[in-house]
């Protein structure tokens, strides 16, 4: 063989060797990348040298990776939903970070401490026709409760010029349990036995000796019972009514009211609220936002938590956004809440 024979195929072999090393150099970064699980959700448009940077670091290493984290949050006035799949993730990932990135400078508000927001996470499943399911905490514990695992957090903007963050799915969060606790006791109507109704009726009997009135005392009982079995079954849209009293900000001239149930985010513009106060003859505006009862992670419940925030650059001081929360508890009537 010759020499230049020879140095052909050391040459080419010395290539091979380089291309497959990068190969793998790539996949293994490729690997990192996905372990790191950085998430960025960016608004249209956004001024890198003048931005606005929430970030969520969310923990999912107690949970299953199925189906999507689903994440919505009202920030500065911008509102972010977005679906993170799960199975692209490795196994041992134990965290996702979810970066916000918006301009500090809308049409509502400039950002500024301590302004508020919120953001929050819903683990949600897929079945076999790619529709999304709503999957609960106990249910990954081979439990049945029907509200899906989630976490919210409501808090202050730290500062405009570096990241603010928010964690969310934390093991001393009680943000998950207080809407299941509330849900069992007051999701489903209380069953009436008629061995109850007899001991009522025995009971009644001895105090009031009046047979038939307690009878039908007992009749009309139990019969609004499940005519609120029927009410809580109902798919009509379930409200929330928005209260934002204005006593102290008499000179605003605009404001964004928004509200969030369940990953749907809902929101008015009052574009003169002056004439908004003359319409009403009175300082406290109200906006009622109807929510669909079947979302893409399942029906609202009772116990569900929703929040709302109210944005406007009048509002200062003290803050240019305000927010705050409350569980439902209605599914036939407006759900109030103050956000101010």
Known sequence: MSVSSTISYGLLFFVMIFVITMYLTMLDSKSVNAQKSEIVIK??????????????????????????????????????????????????????TVKFEMNK???????????????????????????IKSISFE?????????NYFDCNEGDIQSTTLPTKATLFKAKSQVYNKTAT????????????????DNEK???LTNNNNDNLSSNSDVKQYDKKQSNAKDVSSNKPVQVKIIVP???????????????????IKSEVIE?????????GGYTIERTFAFDRNTDMGPIQIGDRFHACVIGQD?????????????????????????R
């Open 43 to 96: 608004k249209a448009n956004v001024d890198e040298n003048n931005k606005l940077v929430v970030v969520s670091k969310i923990n999912i290493q107690s949970i299953s990776k199925t189906g999507i984290i689903k994440v919505v949050g009202v920030i500065n006035g911008e509102d972010f939903v977005k679906n993170i799949p799960l199975d692209e993730l490795k196994d041992s990932a134990k965290k996702l």
């Open 202 to 204: 025995t009971k009644s």
């Open 139 to 147: 249910k990954e514990n081979n439990a049945t409760n029907t509200i």
């Open 272 to 280: 003169d609220v002056q004439e908004e106060f003359d319409k009403i």
């Open 246 to 264: 204005m006593e102290d900000k008499k000179n605003a001239q605009k404001i964004k009211i928004m509200a969030m149930l369940k990953g749907q």
């Open 105 to 131: 400078d809308n049409e509502f508000v400039s950002a500024s401490k301590p302004d508020e927001f919120f953001v929050c996470a819903y683990h949600v499943t897929s079945n076999d026709n790619n529709n």
């Open 315 to 339: 509002l200062n001081p003290p803050e240019g956004s305000e927010c705050e929360k409350k569980l439902i508890k209605y599914l036939d009537k407006p759900n109030s809440l103050a956000a």
């Open 182 to 197: 509330y849900y069992q006791m007051h999701s489903k109507p209380k069953v009436v036995s008629f061995d109850t109704l």
